[in-house]
């Protein structure tokens, strides 16, 4: 495993966007607004009233600007080489197209990479920390990204869980995310690339986006949708909706909504087969139980035996994982184009939950793919990072309003004093 703070990170391995972003980063989140997460309203809607685009550019401005910033990773206006010079400058000057910035990267000895990101602080609250994570295999490659920054719901078995709520994650930090990981992992086409959008798939690093990080997706519905309309348009990064999948813990009403409206692919976590052990592991069951959760599955936009929804099950010694509850487990979803992926328990810093024991996943397994559903269940990757499902969390906290009043006037009264100092000098 390799530990490295973003000082320390090897700027040469990565190109010129890499190098940038860690230079600037840091300056232009907080002194510029960031032009990603715009969609193209309200891209739109600036160039028009503060660019004064003349109306019959705007298409076109727009797609330049996506092209630059989406298909190619520019991380400099100037570099934009078909607006005019005017318009780069005048870019430059009001926005950024910064990521936000990196704490740590950490490498795992399995190559899985996982970056503890720090986003610019709302409301005097101290600045928040996320975790996004890659994991390389042989096909693919898979960016898990975060919603939020904590989670208001907590599943007893999740580390997330642990954490409250901070903040929801604005559009521009949920596909800033892909961005920088694209940045770290040189995953942009060069500048001489003869390609207008972006890399073809075969040949990208990142291939497949889970939102499987820290947070409720469906909890931060419209920031979340629009990162992902930025990630599957055409002229925006690119990625096929079938290669993007949302991860709910159930927010039944959300569902249908989700696949109107965005139409990713889908996971539930389902994690039980009866309500009454459900409530307790998944604590939203309460409100949303098995069965309704389960018609609002059958009725997802576009299912298919070659679109199905994932169920994901986590693995809890002697909790869940008996033979019995792998035959409920087929049972419960007859008739529901599946997949069934059973994620071993990944233990984290102060649970009591174990992971089940591998010969029962084994039986497990064998009693689901007697059922027809191949491969089930998924290698836990960078365990020794923390950065399996459901390890991670950061340290943000969201402050009292009475801390962080009392941490404002202790800043004012240390300027206080400074200026005071500076007078007598
Ligand atoms: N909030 C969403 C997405 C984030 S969690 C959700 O709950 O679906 C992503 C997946 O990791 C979920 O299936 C979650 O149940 C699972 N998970 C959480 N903690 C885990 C742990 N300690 N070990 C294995 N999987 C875990
Ligand atoms: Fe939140 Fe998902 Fe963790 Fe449950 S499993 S606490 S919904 S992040």
Partial sequence: MTTTTAEEIDLADNGPAARDVLKTGRKDMTSHTSILG?????????????????????RMRISQIWRWTYAFGALNFEDMSDLSKDMRNELARRFSTARPEIVTEQISEDGTRKWLLRLPSIDGEPAPEIETVYIPEADRGTLCISSQVGCTLNCTFCHTGTQKLVRNLTPGEIVGQIMLARDRLGDWPGADAEITSGLPS????????????????????????????????????????????????????????????????LAISLHAVNDKLRDILVPINKKYPIKELLDACRDYPGLSNAKRITFEYVMLKGVNDSAHDAKALVRLLAGIPAKINLIPFNPWPGTPLECSDWETIEKF?????????????????????????????????????????????????????????????
Avoid: H
Avoid at 215 to 228: C, H, I, Q, R, S
Avoid at 230 to 243: H, N, P, V
Avoid at 406 to 414: D, G, H, N
């Fill in 202 to 265: 075969s040949e990208r690093k990142i291939t497949n986006i889970v939102l499987m990080g820290m947070g409720e997706p469906l909890y931060n519905f419209d920031n979340v949708k629009t990162a992902m309309s930025l990630a599957c348009d055409g002229d925006g990064l690119s990625y096929s909706k079938r290669r993007v999948t949302l991860s709910t813990s159930g927010v039944v009403p959300e569902i249908a909504r989700w696949g109107e409206e965005a139409g990713t692919m």
């Fill in 38 to 58: 715009l969609d193209r309203d309200q891209l739109k809607n600036i160039l028009r009233e503060e660019l004064k685009v003349p109306e019959k550019q705007l």
């Fill in 365 to 425: 397994a064998e009693i689901v793919n007697k059922a027809g559903y191949a491969s089930p269940v998924r290698t836990p990757r960078g365990r020794d990072i923390m950065a399996a499902c459901g390890q991670l969390k950061s340290m943000s906290e969201r402050e009292r309003a009475s801390t962080r009043r009392e941490r404002q006037k202790q800043t004012e009264a240390a300027e206080n004093t400074e200026n005071t100092e500076n007078k007598v000098d």
